[in-house]
């Protein structure tokens, strides 16, 4: 029972570099969405999917894209790596948009810019 | 943004209840209250949500005010295994079920 899977689980990059941070759900949810954690913080929403073909940005976008073209894998890129993107990131999958159905996370990318 | 406040930390004793508070005062009619925890090092975990009506699961208790405002998870008997963050989050349905999250309540439980 897989659940969300992110890959890889740790990474170092340096300022500068780009990087595409994975996640996949293997419960055919249409919602998927992106958080990262600084120390000591909740998570914030960066970026969101209510379904395949279909991005929409949260709280934080700035500096990292998405893309949506399976219901499987919602992939998160950093374009050009700053130290201020050094966070945990988590991925989220849901249902259905609305239906106020509770969101499974995957167990985060630890993800450190140097 | 559907905003929560909840207290930054709480402590309990080992095998007594854990009433966690929050107060949601801007909530709309159709939004979702869910009820998260976070261990350290994992990613949140869910543990109870509801709409209007208080909720019991296997996990806790969630009970509502009237108004729907404020909010209380109910942990009945704390363990070690439960000391983590609780974020307590609206759900508007409106919005394509985004989640916002604070920083929640870091429970200590005492053996």
């Known amino acids: 029972n897989a659940g969300v899977t992110q890959t890889p689980k740790f990474q170092v990059l340096k300022t500068g570099q780009s990087m595409t941070l994975q996640c996949a759900q293997d419960?055919?949810?249409?919602?998927m969405s992106w958080y990262r954690q600084d120390p000591g913080m909740g998570l914030r929403l960066i970026h969101y999917s209510v379904g395949a073909g279909i991005t929409d940005q949260g709280e934080v976008p700035n500096g990292y894209n998405v893309s949506r073209s399976t219901t499987e894998d919602f992939p998160l890129r950093l374009l050009s790596a700053a130290p201020s993107q050094t966070s945990v990131y988590f991925c989220?999958?849901?249902?259905?948009?609305?239906?106020?159905?509770?969101?499974?996370f995957g167990d985060g990318t630890r993800l450190s810019i140097l | 943004d559907a905003k929560t406040t909840q207290p930054n930390s709480m402590e309990s004793n080992e095998e007594e209840p854990v009433h966690l508070p929050c107060n949601h005062s801007t909530i709309s009619g159709t939004d979702y209250i869910h009820w998260y925890r976070q261990l350290p090092s994992q990613g949140p975990e869910y543990v109870i949500h509801?709409?209007?009506s208080n909720v019991n699961n296997r996990m806790a208790s969630l009970a509502i005010a009237e108004d729907r405002k404020s909010s209380t998870l109910i942990l009945h008997r704390a363990t070690l295994r439960d000391a983590a963050v609780y974020y307590c989050i609206l759900s508007p349905s409106n919005t394509g079920n985004q989640f916002y999250f604070g920083t929640g309540t870091s429970l200590t439980v005492i053996p």
């Open positions: 419960m055919n949810h249409e919602y």
């Open positions: 989220a999958s849901s249902p259905s948009p609305g239906s106020g159905q509770p969101q499974h």
């Open positions: 509801g709409l209007t």
